[in-house]
Each structure stands twice: as C-alpha cells, then as structure tokens.
C-alpha cells in the first residue's frame, strides 16, 4: 500500500483507510458452504442475506503479507466519520421508473451512469470509548471473528452513492514483523441461480455481474481486481427499499453492467 486515504465515509460507515487498496496483499481466505443467518445492511436494518461459512485462515500466520499492507491494527485510528460531500442512496424522483410487480417491485434508474470510485471501507477498530472487540460471524464457528465493513461506490456526474455491506475482515498475523493483520473477504463462489437467492450477499451478486460482464469465472477474479475493475464502468442502478420498525430505508445498487 503506497499512501494514505483522504476519503471521508458518511456517518453510516467507516473511518478512513491507511491505503489505498484494501485487498492488496491480503490473503486468500477459503470459499466453502452457504448458510442462512440474520446480519445488519449498511444502516444497521437486520435483513435476511445468505451467510458464507467461511473457514478461518488455515494457518496462524498469513504467509507472503507484506509489511506496507497498512492494516496492522495498532496502527488504525480513529477517524472522521462525516462526509465532506452530500451524497444519496435513493434514486431521485425524475430519475425512476417502475419495472417491477406488486410481488416482486423493481425500481431502476432511467439514466444510465459511470462509476467514479470503489473502495473498501476498513473496519472501526476504536471509539472514544477504547478498542472494539472483534465480533464472531457465526455462532457456530465462535473462532472466527473479525469485523465487517462496506465497499464504497461513488458515480461521475452524481450525488448518488452505493453502500454495499457484508465485506468481512479476518483476524492473522503478518508472518514478516509478526504484528497482528486483517484480510479482507467476502464470497465469490457465485452461480446464475444465486441472484435470485434473496439470502445471498449482495457483493456477492455484484461480483458475479461482474464477472460475467468480463467475460471471467467467478471465483477466479481476485478481490483487488474487483474493487479496481468496477471503476470506469457504465451501469443501471436499482433502488432496494425495506421498511425497519416503521422507518423507511433505501440502498443503490448496481443492477446491470453496460456496454
């Protein structure tokens, strides 16, 4: 990782990272099974997506991380946690069209846009209040624990915003100054029938849109290579909405890649 990362999350996200990429150097955590479980979308909503039982690092030590990843947690601070610019999560109202069914409600963008940015967002590891503990994924597995964080992604000419959730960050140790690493994951095992799957992660359904749009096997692509291709891409959003004890949420996501 060569420099710092200025960037500002919104008060809904994360501090800012020490690097500019995120994935670079992490290690490759293995893909396995899928289970069912309730997590937290990006405005703490608890909503049904799928839970990727992932296994911890196969080995205490991360091998072959080099020593300028950035992600050493003693060396993450505490952040600003606004934003320095106003951005949406909802489509505006001229910008909308139905496509959808009573059943099954489909709200995308008319206008067609280019992503400006895609970041991973590094997780909060300190409050005023001291160090966060990290937390366990699944109850099944109570040694797996971490943090999860977003990937972040901005649009040229637009206010709009995608916040996608679910990017989870396991604890290791870098095998090179022995200090204490996380590495960024998410699954990328994906088939077609997946998208349909309401309890698949959307950063998964994303990575398989875009693995299809490059014409590459999922699986394959790594996750730096993910984050740095979405940049530059043409899309259509889609607009998901829930409703959470009475309030209305929304989130932007990415619902098709253009050529």
């Known amino acids: 990782m060569e420099q710092e990362n200025k960037e500002l999350f919104n008060k809904s996200s994360e501090v800012p990272s020490k690097s500019e990429d995120l994935f670079d150097g ?45 992600m050493d947690l003693e060396e993450i601070e505490i952040g600003e946690l606004t934003d320095s610019e106003v951005f949406e999560v909802s489509l505006n109202a001229d910008d909308v069209e139905d496509k959808g069914t009573p059943e099954a409600p489909l709200f995308l963008s008319k206008k067609d846009y280019v992503i400006k940015s895609a970041k991973v967002s590094p997780p909060i590891l300190k409050n005023a209040n001291g160090p966060i503990p990290p937390t366990v994924f699944n109850d099944k597995f109570p040694d797996k624990k971490g943090y999860e964080t977003k990937l972040i992604i901005t649009y040229e000419n637009s206010s709009y915003k995608s916040i996608i959730p679910k990017v989870k960050w396991y604890l290791g140790i870098n095998s090179k100054n022995g200090k204490k690493m996380l590495n960024p994951y ?74």
């Open 186 to 259: 998410f699954f990328r095992n994906v088939k077609k029938e997946d998208l349909s799957n309401t309890f698949m992660a959307t950063i998964s359904k994303l990575y398989y849109k875009y693995c299809m749009f490059v014409k590459k096997v999922p699986g394959k692509v790594g996750a730096l290579e993910f984050e740095k291709g979405l940049v530059g891409k043409k899309v259509k959003l889609s607009e998901y909405r829930t409703n959470f004890e009475g309030t209305d949420r929304t989130r932007l996501d990415v619902y098709q890649f253009l050529e």
């Open 26 to 70: 992490a290690e490759e955590v293995p893909q396995e099974e899928v289970t069912e479980t309730t997590v937290q979308n990006e405005n703490s909503i608890e909503v049904e997506e799928e839970e990727v039982v992932e296994a911890p690092p196969a080995e205490p030590e991360m091998k072959e991380v080099p020593e300028d990843v950035g």
